[in-house]
């Protein structure tokens, strides 16, 4: 019988904060920061974001997800919102919203990012997501090892991604809940059939681990993909920004991240190289084109950061 040696160097005081000035953390909020993610693998900051930043990625976030929404009509394509019974999705935020972008290519999360990282990031993919009231919860514990399936199918990758997780309305019920310093769940999770959930009996105990995060709007949360985790079920509809990041060298192959050159502002510049992530990607494998094909990439191809 495998047996997974989870470490106990999680502390769960290190894990929330509130910063002193929106946008930005001052030096003792980095340390923090930074330690929580060493140490439990998540942190969780609140009131990073002004009530404006707050109020506009909310805008945005549900205009974007409601059914028929479709943001690529000018382009002579389909870049629309997906629905499900659980939830409405939009996959390419960076294009329709400049709020979420300029939180995206914040400075101070960006290094926060590349820091634990020990590499220069890459957006893995983005969305823009609401979710309906559950009973149980839409995934059990699971940690995130696969990528984009039209281009990878069901394989998965060892690499290293921290997710971003922005509540854009107050979350009551349904948060994020994550199980402190249990990346070492990753090794065994990569060798199990593919069609196999993580084993319950392979969860650690949930005393002094689990935490779940019901926050206010604008809360951020900062974790690693890799140590467990579960969407609890909400009672209310829940709206957030989702943003994986992986390091440069991320082995999958991955899409474009379509952003809007207009929504990249003078003090995100620096950090604009995080959209430059495309993989041995075609662009007609994923997006739906109308018609005038040709003319179609030419377009899409302005909205794709290129340094």
């Known amino acids: 019988m495998n047996i997974i040696k989870y470490t106990n160097d999680h502390n769960m005081e290190l894990m929330t904060l509130k910063v002193e000035h929106a946008g930005k953390f001052n030096d003792d909020e980095t340390v923090q920061i930074n330690q929580s993610l060493k140490r439990n693998g998540i942190v969780v900051v609140k009131e990073f974001l002004t009530a404006d930043q ?125 199980l402190l310093d249990t990346r070492a769940a990753t090794n065994h999770f990569l060798n199990l059939p593919i069609d196999q959930q993580f084993p319950e009996d392979m969860i650690p105990s949930f005393e002094g681990r689990k935490v779940t995060i019901n926050e206010s709007a604008g809360t951020i949360i900062l974790f690693d993909a890799h140590g467990l985790h579960r969407p609890e079920p909400p009672a209310d509809t829940r709206l957030v920004l989702n943003v994986w990041f992986a390091r440069t060298d991320f082995s999958a192959d991955l899409p474009p991240v379509l952003v809007d050159m207009a929504n990249i502002s003078k003090s995100g510049e620096q950090k604009s190289y995080i959209f430059k992530n495309s993989k041995n990607y075609d662009i007609k494998i994923e997006l739906k084109v109308l018609e005038k094909n040709e003319t179609f990439i030419s377009k899409v191809k302005r909205y794709i950061k290129k340094t």
């Open 54 to 178: 707050l109020e506009s990625i909310a805008q945005d976030g549900l205009k974007c997800v409601h059914p028929g929404f479709d943001a690529g009509k000018s382009l002579g394509a389909i870049i629309s919102s997906r629905t499900s019974p659980s939830t409405n999705e939009f996959s390419h935020p960076f294009l329709v919203s400049k709020a979420a972008t300029d939180v995206a290519l914040n400075p101070a999360i960006i290094d926060i990012i590349e820091r634990y990282l020990e590499n220069s990031a890459i957006v893995h993919h983005a969305i823009f997501q609401q979710s309906f009231p559950l009973e149980k919860a839409a995934v059990d514990w699971h940690v995130d090892t696969g990528s984009n399936k039209a281009l990878n199918g069901l394989q998965r990758f060892p690499d290293r991604r921290l997710r971003m997780i922005v509540y854009l309305n107050e979350v009551k019920t349904g948060g994020l809940s994550y």
